[in-house]
């Protein structure tokens, strides 16, 4: 069964340092997500992103965080520079055109 | 915006009993409702979904029902196993033509206890 594929599973990083989370879509997918969720609490909507450009994003989703699609498969979210409270589990999600979102794994962000 | 409202919490039942959680949305524009399933380091998996046009939707031992007058829908287990203890998640949206953001409940601990 197709799945969402994310990269890295962990990521360690120290306050104020660039990251980079990874995501591959399932193939023919065309609408894409950033969710996150802090330890115990509710999965969060970041950001969604079609046809190469933001649809919407929430509060949260500053100027410290963009997100792209360099090389038509895999969909980036970065952080510029992280702080203590960005700690959270990121999830990428993506859909066809139906409503129907697949998650992928996720990548648990440790900032020290 | 949305508000979805999850009850509840935690929810401990015997092997083979009924689970049932409930939710309520704020938004009556809200026209898609999906039940997501996490497992300990996983990603929630969506296991049903709704749509505001019909009332109830069945597969194997799940169902959800959809009351659009009160603005809640419930998820039904029926004959519980210990595999189906994990953190399920209810949500709402409102489908749009360039995609829809979903927004969670705060999700509910099942433990089927054996």
């Known amino acids: 069964e197709p799945e969402v594929t994310q990269t890295p599973s962990h990521q360690v990083t120290q306050m104020g340092q660039e990251v980079i989370l990874r995501c591959v879509p399932i193939s023919n997918h065309l609408y894409f997500y950033w969710y996150r969720q802090i330890l115990g609490q509710k999965v969060e909507f970041l950001v969604s992103?079609?046809?190469?450009?933001?649809?919407?994003k929430s509060e949260i989703f500053d100027d410290q965080f963009s997100v792209e699609r360099p090389d038509g498969s895999n969909f980036t979210l970065k952080i510029r520079s992280t702080k203590l409270e960005d700690s959270a589990m990121y999830f990428c999600a993506t859909r066809e055109a139906n409503e129907k979102l697949f998650f992928g794994s996720g990548t648990q962000l440790s900032v020290l | 915006g949305e508000n979805v409202e999850q009850h509840p919490s935690t929810l401990s039942v015997q092997e083979g009993d009924s689970a049932v959680i409930k939710c309520t949305y704020s938004?009556?524009?809200?026209?898609?409702f999906p039940w997501y399933k996490q497992e300990l380091g996983k990603g929630p998996q969506l296991i049903i979904d709704?749509?505001?046009?019909?009332g109830e939707k069945k597969d194997q031992r799940i169902a959800v029902t959809l009351n659009k007058t009160a603005k809640h829908f419930s998820l039904h287990i029926t004959e519980t196993q210990p595999e189906d203890s994990a953190v399920y998640f209810c949500?709402?949206?409102?489908?749009?033509?360039?995609?829809?953001?979903?927004?969670f409940g705060a999700g509910t601990i099942l433990r089927v206890k054996s």
């Open positions: 949500a709402a949206s409102i489908s749009g033509p360039d995609g829809n953001k979903l927004v």
């Open positions: 938004d009556s524009a809200s026209n898609y």
């Open positions: 709704i749509r505001s046009n019909v």
């Open positions: 992103f079609y046809n190469n450009e933001i649809s919407e």
